[in-house]
């Protein structure tokens, strides 16, 4: 055997590796087939050199060539749905439009358009990151139409349906560019209310009720429904990591005290009062798991 580097060198090959070889007494010839992960492996085994090996042996894999996309049934939805997409021979701006298209459809609500609770959950866990960090005011107010089922016994679904989208008229038409409304489920609605001193909570909340109760909702030729809400909220913590879970169930309560008060009001739970020195404030910030999004 040559020693390394002469002209005449060649590699050993391991005997697994051999046409012949064995494994626990079992042939293992080598096979053509086995892809760049066992031609890497058997080059390792082999103690081969890099210059014996096709590409260096801690590259990343070749990517394998991509097979068609199928996207007729998402194509489908977003046709369904109304998506206009670009010309197709711009084919990153095509699939991009795609991508967009179904990210808008999965965080919204079908029938009223609104965020669905997906979106409204991942919005709660950012502005619970801001108030921790920033310690700053924010409201969330849980909404439900008193007596739906009522309507939708009386007058049916499609009945129904119409009054979810119109009161969702009227909560979208009650915030400003930085709140987020969504529809939480069935016929309760949620808001974010960012920025909103305690001083005012009450008196949003009180609007949005009585917007709500002033808006007739036509559900046939001639046939008009009034409907009212139960409205409960409550402050994040401030300076205060809490969760989104948390932050709803308190919200919750005070919707539940609404309804047991006899509905149509809103009931708000009295803000805690958290004294923090200068020095906690600072550690707070730099935790941030939206941190890269906010700078």
């Known amino acids: 055997m040559q020693p390394r580097g002469h002209p005449g060198y060649r590699p050993v090959r391991h005997a697994l590796e051999r046409p012949g070889g064995r494994r626990n007494g079992r042939c293992r010839p080598v096979s053509s087939g086995d892809g760049w992960a066992g031609t890497a492996a058997r080059l390792v085994r082999s103690r081969a050199t890099t210059r014996d090996c096709p590409f260096p042996l801690d590259a990343t894999p070749p990517p394998s060539p991509a097979g068609a996309l199928h996207l007729d049934a998402a194509l489908q939805l977003l046709q369904q749905s109304g998506v206009v997409l670009p010309d197709p021979a711009n084919r990153a701006a095509w699939l991009q439009a795609v991508v967009d298209g179904l990210c808008q459809l999965s965080s ?22 801001r108030v921790a960090r920033a310690g ?5 107010l849980m909404i439900d139409i ?17 009054v979810l989208r119109e009161v969702a008229k009227v909560l ?17 609605f949620a808001m974010i209310l960012p920025n909103c ?22 559900i046939a ?19 205060v990591r809490s969760s989104a879970p948390l932050w709803i169930e308190r919200a919750d309560q005070q919707l539940y005290r609404a309804k047991g008060n006899g509905r149509n009001r809103a009931c708000l739970e009295q803000p805690p009062v958290s004294f923090v020195s200068a020095e906690e404030k600072g550690l707070l910030f730099g935790t941030s798991q939206f941190q890269d999004d906010t700078e």
């Not at 700053?136 to 969330?140: S, T, Y």
């Open 136 to 140: 700053e005011p924010a409201l969330v």
């Open 221 to 239: 030729p001639g046939m008009q429904v009034s409907v009212t809400v139960s409205i409960g909220g409550a402050y994040a913590p401030q300076w």
């Open 197 to 218: 001193a305690p001083a005012f909570g009450q008196v949003v909340a009180e609007r949005v009720r009585l917007k709500v109760q002033g808006r007739a909702v036509a």
């Open 146 to 162: 008193d007596h739906f089922k009522k309507i939708n016994d009386s007058h049916g679904h499609p009945a129904g349906d119409l």
């Open 108 to 129: 919204r609500d079908p029938l009223t358009g609104l965020s669905n609770r997906r979106q409204f959950e991942l919005a709660l866990t950012r502005e619970i990151d």
């Open 172 to 188: 979208h038409d009650c915030i400003r560019p930085m709140d987020t409304v969504a529809r939480f489920g069935g016929e309760e």
